[in-house]
């Protein structure tokens, strides 16, 4: 079994930065895909940002492009998103999730664990 725990989440006003982490725990897979998802208030869940196991590639999202950067240490089996420029609309539930294959995949039924979601929120 495999646990992800975010931590980083919490309000902060439009214009500001928050930082989210996410600690993998339980049973090794080799080389992953580490990825972020946002679900918005009565939205869907979508992808956000994700990176691969050698961070040799990543996805952004148009909408976080320039403002967010996803970075991972495969030692620490961790994975971070850097949040900065935050706008009212970047509100919702943040999840980690892990995609073991070896692709860097965007849908969410290609993620196999999932954390348990914190939350970003920015007033404006």
């Known amino acids: 079994q495999v646990q992800l725990v975010e931590s980083g989440g919490g309000l902060v006003q439009a214009g500001g930065s928050l930082r989210l982490s996410c600690v993998a725990s339980?049973?090794?897979?080799?080389?992953?895909?580490m990825g972020w998802f946002r679900q918005a208030p009565g939205k869907e869940r979508t992808l956000v940002a994700a990176?691969?196991?050698?961070?040799?590639?990543?996805y952004y999202a148009d909408s976080v492009k320039g403002r967010f950067a996803i970075s991972r240490d495969n030692a620490q089996n961790t994975v971070s998103l850097q949040m900065n420029s935050l706008e009212p609309e970047d509100t919702g539930v943040y999840y980690c999730?892990?995609?073991?294959?070896?692709?860097?995949?965007?849908?969410?039924?290609?993620?196999?664990?999932w954390g348990q979601g914190t939350q970003v929120t920015v007033s404006s």
């Open positions: 990176v691969t196991w050698s961070g040799g590639r990543t």
């Open positions: 339980g049973r090794t897979f080799g080389s992953y895909t």
């Open positions: 999730a892990v995609d073991v294959g070896t692709f860097l995949r965007t849908y969410e039924w290609h993620y196999d664990y």
